[in-house]
């Protein structure tokens, strides 16, 4: 903006979490303005505050932007084939009941490509934490419309503006019986971090849209070109409302149209591994 | 009561060849079934569902055959024995995650009882149509094994070595089964636990930070599971020895002259075959799977007539078996490859005979009746 941006001399070595961040692998690949390293640093504050050993602490993502988030986490951490980290996680996690299991991917891989595995996994109600950030866009391809994709928004695949409504994913996710669903941005860190520690603490199918910006990718096509852009959008539109009737949560990105914020739902109910119990009972495994 | 004590019993059955593989899978180890409903595979989906929980251990029915095989995936890297069944639209699903497990050297088995194709083609019938899908299906290179069993009591045994090769060398092992062998009833012999070999994936146990989770010093690296404390990095992007992303052409040929040279350095031991009269015979029958039944038959009944006729029946499709084809092909004055398609495993066995060699070809949706086969030996002499 005009101002001369002056660079410290020295960078600094260490950060207070590198005991769960390869910082060996740094620097990292995303663009400036984006928020992905606001994620990365909210989910190890997040698993530094669980109360859950980092070794029981697993991290699975998928293809995209958002998926080489597992690459930077000195956890063990799986990146695998696109749009299908959910159903990876539940083979893990069905095996292993101890680990904490948490899936952090794209929209575009998670409900869009893995949008049926995503929906299956929230039935189940397998004790994972999914993560979803959504920029709403496929960035890491060039800038493709998306299911998440704003009606109207600009995309290197939607030159006349996005022809498809996109989901409304705490919606979507409540309605399916997920025990817990939030929203927050990437500028809400304390709540993020929060979300993400009550989250691992949950039993059962966690679910949070994460909001987070794109300026080089979805910003450059929809008037939001840096990421103080976004800043400023989040500040102005954003409304935190946990009690929120979800069927009006739904992201427009219109001028005055408010991005609606809170831990939606926080419920108990028989996760996969209950249920799973009650047959080996059946089966005689268990008395 | 103890899971060793409700695992089939040694002794002479009666018994489905779909329902052996399950029985075989759970003596192997297995710890985890993922499937999605498909005919003509469905029998072992229904009795892993029955037969898993009460072993304590876990049946999963996923939305389709992609989150079945990636859920497979992801019990391996928790170090687990997981497999899953399917037919093959399943299969055809199951590609791009075939070659993660390739990537990632997640040990799993895939059991494909093939059924006509193309496409839904006809789903209660036979068919031997995806002998080079099975090798070759996955984007990249990669190698992997195949074993292709023709009675049920192959299809148990080759089961368990399915298990066995992929967790020794780290590699998807698929058995190629068919309609026939897994709806077929037969004769089932189950020898002393004790005695059936089995293999577990060798675990790196040393120190962490000596640890390389692709180290390029064997062929084969040693495995550590999720939950360990390795914090390890698993990725389906070409990785160097630590598994992290690498752009390096170097790291990118290591890897995949690795991922392929396990599997044919080791191509002997992963032979297996079986030859029928080939010391005399001019003419052999190179077969697999329910065609080597009526070939079996077919070529008794060439040799009734006189006619100096063997056959090779393979239980390893891949590695294809080059050495034992060679060799009978310097000997014999002609090849005849049998199978339920319009010709795919005779490419192979073209690329290593010295002979002429020549398909027989039946028409999918039948095991072809021995006279069928006959008629083809006839016209070859």
Redesign the interface.
């Known amino acids: 903006m005009g101002q001369k941006v002056v660079l410290r001399e020295r960078i600094v070595d260490e950060s207070p979490r590198d005991d769960l961040i390869?910082r060996e692998?740094f620097p990292h690949i995303w663009c400036p303005g984006c928020g992905l390293g606001t994620v990365l640093k909210c989910y190890v504050e997040a698993i530094a505050a669980s109360n859950i050993p980092?070794?029981?602490h697993?991290i699975?993502s998928g293809i995209g932007c958002t998926g080489r988030i597992?690459?930077y986490v000195?956890?063990?951490?799986?990146?695998?084939?696109h749009g299908?980290p959910i159903?990876?996680?539940?083979?893990?996690?069905?095996?292993?009941p101890?680990?904490e299991v948490t899936v952090i991917s794209g929209d575009g891989d998670l409900v869009t490509i893995g949008g049926?595995?995503f929906?299956?996994a929230v039935r189940r109600n397998v004790d994972i934490n999914v993560f979803l950030v959504n920029n709403f866009i496929y960035g890491m391809t060039g800038n493709q419309m998306g299911s998440t994709t704003p009606l109207g928004a600009k995309s290197s695949t939607s030159p006349y503006g996005c022809p498809e409504p996109p989901f409304n994913l705490p919606l979507l996710a409540a309605a399916l019986g997920a025990p817990f669903v939030a929203r927050w941005t990437t500028l809400h860190v304390r709540q993020l971090a929060d979300a993400m520690k009550r989250a691992m603490n949950v039993k059962g199918f966690a679910f949070i849209e994460i909001i987070s910006p794109c300026p080089v990718g979805f910003g450059s096509y929809n008037d939001l070109r840096d990421g103080r852009d976004y800043i400023k959008l989040f500040l102005e539109n954003c409304i935190v409302d946990h009690s929120a009737d979800l069927n009006k949560v739904g992201i427009t990105l219109k001028p005055g149209e408010p991005i609606i914020l809170g831990n939606f739902i926080d419920r108990e109910a028989p996760t996969y591994h209950d249920l799973?119990l009650e047959?080996?009972k059946?089966?005689?495994?268990?008395k | 009561m103890s899971g060793e004590l409700k695992l089939l019993k040694p002794g002479t059955y009666f018994m489905m060849g779909n329902i052996a593989c399950v029985e075989a899978a759970l003596i192997a180890g297995c710890e985890f079934y993922a499937g999605y409903p498909i005919t003509p595979s469905n029998e072992i989906a229904e009795h892993m569902s029955r037969r898993m929980p009460q072993l304590g251990r876990h049946f999963i029915q996923m939305e389709d055959e992609i989150g079945s095989i990636v859920a497979v995936c992801g019990a391996s890297a928790a170090g687990v024995k997981a497999m899953t069944a399917t037919s093959g639209p399943g299969f055809s699903l199951m590609m791009e995650t075939i070659g993660l497990a390739a990537m990632l050297e997640l040990p799993c088995v895939i059991v494909d009882v093939q059924r006509a194709g193309p496409s839904t083609g006809i789903p209660t019938f036979v068919g031997q149509g995806d002998v080079m899908q099975a090798r070759w299906g996955s984007h990249g290179d990669y190698e992997l094994v195949v074993y292709a069993p023709s009675s049920v009591q192959e299809f148990f045994d080759l089961t368990i070595e399915a298990f066995n090769t992929s967790e020794w060398l780290r590699i998807p092992v698929i058995v190629l089964s068919d309609e026939v062998v897994g709806h077929m009833y037969g004769r089932l012999v189950v020898p002393e636990h004790d005695k059936i070999t089995i293999i577990n994936r060798k675990r790196y146990t040393g120190p962490k930070e000596a640890y390389l989770p692709y180290s390029h010093e064997s062929l084969v690296p040693a495995f550590v599971a999720a939950g360990d404390g390795y914090r390890i990095h698993m990725t389906g992007l070409t990785h160097d020895e630590r598994g992290y992303p690498s752009l390096e052409i170097e790291d990118s040929h290591r890897l995949v002259e690795r991922l392929v040279m396990k599997v044919r350095k080791n191509a002997r031991s992963l032979w297996k075959y079986e030859t029928f009269y080939i010391d005399d015979a001019d003419v052999i029958v190179v077969t697999f799977g329910i065609t080597a039944r009526s070939s079996e038959e077919a070529v008794r009944r060439a040799r009734s007539e006189g006619l100096k006729v063997g056959m090779i029946k393979l239980l390893t499709l891949w590695p294809f078996p080059e050495e034992p084809i060679r060799i009978a092909s310097q000997y014999a004055r002609r090849i005849l490859v049998a199978e339920i398609n319009m010709g795919q495993l005779i490419h192979p066995v073209r690329e290593v005979a010295e002979c002429p060699v020549a398909g027989i070809n039946y028409p999918i949706g039948y095991a072809p009746p021995p006279e069928y086969i006959l008629d083809g030996i006839r016209a070859a002499v």
């Open positions: 390869r692998r980092p070794d029981k697993v699975v597992a690459g000195r956890l063990d951490s799986y990146h695998v084939t299908r159903a990876f996680a539940e083979g893990m996690k069905i095996v292993r101890d680990l049926n595995h929906i299956h799973e047959v080996f059946k089966a005689g495994w268990l």
